[in-house]
DNA sequence: TTCATTTGACCCTC
DNA sequence: GAGGGTCAAATGAA
């Protein structure tokens, strides 16, 4: 049976960066921890407050690890090309792919396809039969790089947990600053409902090519390809984890 | 006890 | 019949 990465869960529960170490990353790795558990319980917007304090405590740990297992707080900081490498190594992130568009994900199946090194895994929302909320996901390693997921969303969200989500002024804003309007600007909402939009190259969608796209609350990149509005929002989009 | 995941079986489409 | 998507019983964790 091959091994998939599955959505957190309290039964998932990611494991540290880093299991051994200096005190330092030890206290690093429990401030992680309970800023997750804080995460769990908290409603948005402060849900996404959690999200930073994560990850910023993820990056202090890879700079900690920049000066070997011991955390030489003496070492200069790494270069782009080494946190690059590093964080390629530090893909334990990728397991959040379940919660990271900021809806709640149950799944409910789990496929081998032809011709794919890794199983498609199917997901759907949470509140499918309490809201009857018709959104499913897709989540499918990449056959080229297993650090690239690829999420095939169908349908929209009708469950009221997304109002909560995001704030709408904050949307507007970026959306006008990179030219978005309309259906484009929905997607992008639904897609990254607890990220900032900072910069997308084109800068405007269209209906063929590649988008990506830049996160300013997440040092992660995303590109999407395939959207098709006609169909009621599907498309795939690419989480790039390195 | 509750709820989410796992996984084999079933159904649908081509 | 093959392949993809979904169902639902079994299982396990909290």
Redesign the pocket.
Known sequence: ??S?P????????RKPLMEHGSPLLAELNQAMELARQLQSHLDHPCKALALEIVSSIEKSILFAQSGGLGGDIGASPPSAAEMMKRRKMSQVRVSSI?EEDGY?????????????NHP?????C?HRHTRGCPA?K?VQRSDDDPAVFEV?Y?GAHTCLERQQASPQQQQQSLSSEVGLKGHEESMVDILFPELTLQSMSPPRYGFDGEVSLQMADSDMDFMVEEFDFEQGFQFSAFSLFS
């Not at 709640?104 to 794919?116: E, F, M, P, T, V």
């Not at 498609?120 to 759907?124: F, G, K, L, P, V």
């Open positions: 049976m091959p998939y599955s959505p957190p869960s309290p039964k998932n529960k379940g709640s994900w149950r799944k409910y199946g789990q496929k081998d396809i032809l011709g794919a498609r895994a199917y997901y759907r949470t499913t897709q095939t169908h």
